[in-house]
């Protein structure tokens, strides 16, 4: 009889050997691969990562300027006729600021010359400013002037633009 329990004692032993509990199978297959692939100890805790301060970048940037823009250009004209209205205009088609001083105009045609290059600049978008006495400035649409006109408004009743022509 001890025979024969010896045997079932093996063929039992022989068969629960093949059906091991699966944390010992997973312990074995997780220490064949942490021998095939070595890891240090403690690596999240180690930064991965250290901290280089950057240069300024814009110390290395140079300016360098666009071959097709010529820049905005400032018209300084003193007209001596009403027929120099028409360059005034060109200037201002070309989209250049133009100053108009009209000190050597009479009235009659200094309120002419306003009246033209004014319905010019309207029609090219442009803005007329008054600045001085017989002082313009007339700027394209692609330039903003700015002006405090507070100041200018009690010192410049008396002019073209305020006042009739006298006849």
């Not at 250009?73 to 027929?83: L, Q």
């Amino acid at each position: 009889m001890a025979v024969v329990t010896d045997k079932i004692k093996s063929v039992v032993d022989f068969l629960v050997k093949g059906f091991e509990p699966r944390e010992t199978i997973f312990d074995e297959m997780a220490q064949e691969i942490d021998e095939d692939y070595p890891v240090q100890d403690n690596l999240a805790l180690d930064p991965a990562y250290s901290y280089q301060p950057t240069v300024d970048k814009t110390s290395e940037l140079k300016v360098v300027n666009h071959p097709n823009f010529k820049g905005y250009e400032v018209k300084v004209m003193e007209p001596r006729s009403f027929e120099d209205a028409a360059t005034i205009v060109q200037h201002l088609r070309n989209r250049k600021t133009i100053v108009l001083n009209l000190h050597l105009l009479d009235k009659e045609q200094s309120q002419r010359t306003i009246d033209f290059v004014c319905g010019a600049a309207h029609a090219l978008d442009g803005k007329p400013q008054k600045v001085g006495d017989l002082v313009f400035v007339f700027t394209p649409s692609n330039v903003t002037l700015s002006v405090d006109v507070t100041a200018n408004q009690n010192k410049f009743n008396d002019s073209l633009w305020r006042a009739p022509l006298q006849q």
